[in-house]
């Protein structure tokens, strides 16, 4: 789709965001030349494309999602790099380890497409969110609906702690389902490990290691095996991927209790669809008030809206006097992808 009124700096083309004068795409959707990754989650990053640039601090981590052999250019947060007739800088975004907002400078003015962020609660599992001052910004909205306000992490936290401290005092075992890129190190980074043994299943351990290396402090844990399972059995918490959510192995965990830890457990309705016991309101996107903020904080007038609520968050924004446009995506949002479903 050709949306005319958006040139001269980035299009939607049948293959993505694109960037004419620097002949290069932002997170495409099919395989091309050379793409611009915003981060490493598998709707922003396909595997195939001729050539990536992402930030340093992404590198390892998209390399085991696009494949060892890609070609990855990396940059600095903040370092400029011409592309063609643009320049382009990546940005911190704050929501997974390496995540960026790319910055885009033609003749045309200056344009960032926020790709997911998180500039609402603070992590130590990733490079604080910085706003970039921009003509026309290209921001998410997978939360943009009033409801969305996050509380305060320490909290959270504590709401975990509190419900594994019960399940352990009635001989239950906590299993905490968790998208493998982001929220798994996200939940390690605030997790105590002196409360009980931890234990990683399925895909989970796949990037601990590189968050690790990146120096970013997990709580130890153990992987998820016949042989570890009677020491968690009853006392542990298990990170889990959602696929391998029902597998032989948990089942010799006796008795269970099953929580989320996602923005979607905001409302009572997710809470009461989900087949979790608990919901932990936890996310690394953007709430309601931190969508406005960044907004804002760009400076920009024209506002683009893409991933999650873009008709009602554009609206929204035009009321308020933004020239704002939805962009739309081939994915309306992370809650239709199965792989990211739980990791919001
Ligand atoms: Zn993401
Ligand atoms: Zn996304």
Redesign the pocket.
């Known amino acids: 789709m050709d949306t005319t009124e958006m040139q001269p700096v980035i299009r939607v083309t049948e293959a993505g965001l694109y960037c004419a004068a620097g002949d290069f795409y932002i997170d495409p959707w099919r395989k091309v030349a050379r793409a611009v990754t915003t981060?490493a989650?598998s709707d922003?990053a396909r595997p195939g494309c001729g050539a990536y640039l992402c930030p340093e601090e992404g590198r390892a981590v998209l390399a085991a999602r696009v494949g060892a052999k890609a070609v990855i250019d990396t940059l600095p947060y903040g370092e400029r790099k011409r592309l063609g007739a643009a320049v382009v800088s990546l940005h911190p975004a704050g929501?997974?380890l390496g995540s960026a907002q790319v910055r885009v400078e033609t003749d045309a003015g200056v344009w960032v497409v926020s790709g997911?962020y998180n500039n609402s609660t603070s992590t130590p599992a990733c490079t604080t969110f910085e706003a970039v001052r921009c003509d026309v910004f290209i921001t998410e909205s997978t939360f943009g609906l009033p409801i969305y306000r996050w509380p305060d992490p320490g909290a959270v936290f504590a709401e975990i702690h509190d419900w594994w401290a019960a399940n352990r005092a009635a001989g239950i075992t906590s299993i905490l389902p968790a998208y493998p890129l982001?929220k798994s190190q996200r939940l390690l980074a605030g997790l105590d490990a002196a409360e009980g043994p931890i234990a990683v299943h399925g895909n989970v351990k796949t990037f601990l290691p590189i968050y690790e290396a990146a120096g970013i402090r997990l709580a130890p844990t153990v992987p998820l095996t016949e042989k570890t399972a009677p020491e968690i059995r009853g006392k542990g918490l298990v990170i889990t991927s959602s696929a391998a959510h029902e597998t032989g192995i948990i089942r010799k965990l006796g008795p269970v209790s099953h929580a989320f830890a996602s923005g979607w457990m905001q409302t009572r309705a997710a809470r009461r669809s989900r087949d979790g016991d608990r919901g932990f309101v936890m996310s690394d996107h953007a709430d309601w008030p931190g969508l406005l903020a960044a907004v804002e904080a760009t400076g920009a007038c024209r506002i683009g809206v893409t991933h999650g609520e873009l008709e009602s968050f554009s609206r929204y924004l035009r009321e308020r006097s933004y020239d704002a446009f939805p962009v739309p995506t081939r994915f309306t949002g992370e809650g239709t992808d199965a792989e990211t479903e739980t990791g919001k």
């Open positions: 981060h989650h922003h929501h997974i997911d982001g």
